[in-house]
T-cell receptor, first 108, second 116 residues
């Protein structure tokens, strides 16, 4: 059973702080890694894709991948209340596998 | 990014009726689309993988005769919930796979189904 694990949260951070979201996966053959944001009552929205070890930055978001440790993370700098959502980690080996999501709450 | 649409966004129907949900990739072709169901405060649950021109692959526990999937073109997949019952009430979300080597999955806005 290929698994993707995330801390369910909620993770609460003050406005302006850095939010750190973590994800581990079991399938060593995984090649593609994604972070989705899902607001309550809405569908998931792709915010980052990462395919090689290291960091990938896009605006306030940085994805970090460590394939040896089977670990992928998402950092959100200068967190805003509008970042409050559930963040889903997804991993693709032979198939896509989604984690259960981490609920982030950014407090004004 | 990429745009995936779903129609209708919301539907209310009587128990025993059938409901069809359409999923379209608007600015790219998708040989593979996925159908998910999500109950309130729960994780996404993959129902089936829809491949253009072939039969859908259903996840374990999903009744293929109840949830009919048709992927007739590279931009359209449909999910028909047949003889709907109140327990089928849920948020149904489709997604489409974009890319050849590095695939990314883009989601439609979802369809909220309420069966009375």
């Amino acid at each position: 059973q290929k698994e993707v694990e995330q801390n369910s949260g909620p993770l609460s951070v003050p406005e302006g702080a850095i939010a750190s979201l973590n994800c581990t996966y079991s399938d060593r053959g995984s090649q593609s890694f994604f972070w989705y944001r899902q607001y309550s009552g809405k569908s998931p929205e792709l915010i980052m894709s990462i395919y090689s070890n290291g960091d990938k930055e896009d605006g306030r978001f940085t994805a970090q991948l460590n394939k040896a440790s089977q670990y992928v993370s998402l950092l959100i700098r200068d967190s805003q209340p509008s970042d409050s959502a559930t963040y889903l980690c997804a991993v693709k080996g032979q198939n896509f596998v989604f984690g259960p999501g981490t609920r982030l709450s950014v407090l004004p | 990014g990429a745009v995936v649409s779903q129609h209708p966004s919301r539907v209310i129907c009587k128990s025993g009726t059938s409901v069809k949900i359409e999923c379209r990739s608007l600015d790219f072709q998708a040989t593979t689309m996925f159908w998910y169901r999500q109950f309130p405060k729960q994780s996404l649950m993959l129902m089936a993988t829809s491949n253009e021109g072939s039969k859908a692959t259903y996840e374990q526990g999903v009744e293929k005769d109840k949830f009919l999937i048709n992927h007739a073109s590279l931009t359209l997949s449909t999910l028909t919930v047949t003889s709907a019952h109140p327990e089928d009430s849920s948020f149904y979300i489709c997604s489409a796979l974009k890319g050849v080597f590095y695939n990314e999955q883009f989601f439609g806005p979802g369809t909220r189904l309420t069966v009375l």
